[in-house]
């Protein structure tokens, strides 16, 4: 059974700078998409990322030029390098594989398979 667990969040000042990972089990990062999303409180979860088996990327438009997704084939550990971070990105993120690697329009497709990593970006 597929296990991801999430780690790496903090809290950050508004324009800082913050990597979060996603070690993944029972799923070969490398041969399936891999996606991002987040959940903010009182918020529509909402799609942040995917990389695809052949390490395609696509990003929403609300972290495209901040955030990157990238991931480690040899580890199996999916990571989110976060720049330029903004009140609205707290949230807590989740990572999860996506069978349609559709994460940008259809978030709530994806299950929730780990506690999540809360990042807290303060004024």
């Known amino acids: 059974q597929a296990q991801m667990v999430e780690s790496g969040g903090g809290s950050v000042q508004a324009g800082g700078s913050l990597q979060i990972s996603c070690a993944a089990s029972?799923?070969?990062?490398?041969?399936?998409?891999m996606a991002w999303f987040r959940q903010a409180p009182g918020k529509e979860r909402e799609g942040v990322a995917q990389?695809?088996?052949?390490?395609?990327?696509e990003y929403a438009d609300s972290v495209k030029g901040r955030f990157s997704i990238f991931k480690d084939n040899t580890k199996n550990i999916l990571y989110l390098q976060m720049n330029s971070l903004k009140l609205e990105d707290t949230a807590t993120y989740y990572c999860?594989?996506?069978?349609?690697?559709?994460?940008?329009?259809?978030?709530?497709?994806?299950?929730?398979w780990g506690q999540g990593t809360l990042v807290n970006v303060t004024s």
């Open positions: 999860a594989p996506d069978d349609w690697c559709a994460v940008l329009t259809r978030p709530d497709r994806l299950q929730v």
């Open positions: 990389i695809d088996a052949g390490d395609n990327v």
């Open positions: 029972g799923v070969s990062a490398s041969m399936v998409c």
